[in-house]
């Protein structure tokens, strides 16, 4: 039987830190994806979380595995689809090899481009992000992801 390749934090922004917590010693050096982001709710719109660091950033430091964030454009609705949603996705992370195994799970959920952001500091512009997508999906009740144009 072959191991898990790549888990995946999928949890509510509140309960990651110590979802992490509570699962470092079973993760062990499993990459794990982080795809939660702290935003905050009010009457004139969501607004990302105020912390320095982004959520995966703070979930790195809880656990010894390498920590990958992504998957924050994505609409939830989306993935439950018959086809996947037509947009990229956006990963980052400090490590290359759990990057690759993040990057190949997260391209087969888009019918476009799963994509190298960078490094894990770069989680904090796409957690913000999502922030600014939830506000444009909310406005113009749709679905709406992210496309990035002149890549190869």
């Known amino acids: ?8 934090l999928a949890v509510k922004a509140e309960g990651a830190l110590e979802t992490a917590t509570e699962l470092a010693e079973a993760l062990g050096s499993t990459p794990l994806l982080c795809v939660a982001s702290e935003l905050r709710f009010s009457k004139s719109g969501v607004r990302p979380a105020v912390e320095g660091k982004s959520l995966a950033e703070r979930v790195a430091e809880r656990v010894s595995a390498p920590v ?10 989306n993935l439950g689809a018959a086809e996947p949603p037509d947009e990229d996705t956006l990963l980052c992370g400090d490590d290359a090899a759990a990057k690759e195994l993040a990057l190949e799970l997260a391209g087969g959920l888009v019918s476009g481009r799963a994509i190298d952001a960078g490094p894990l ?32």
């Open 1 to 8: 039987m072959r191991g898990v390749d790549v888990a995946i």
């Open 68 to 77: 990958v964030a992504g998957l924050h454009s994505l609409a939830a609705a």
């Open 121 to 152: 500091a770069s989680a904090r512009a796409l957690e913000g992000m999502t922030a600014v997508i939830v506000n444009v999906n909310r406005r113009y009740r749709a679905h709406a992801g992210v496309r990035l144009t002149g890549l190869p």
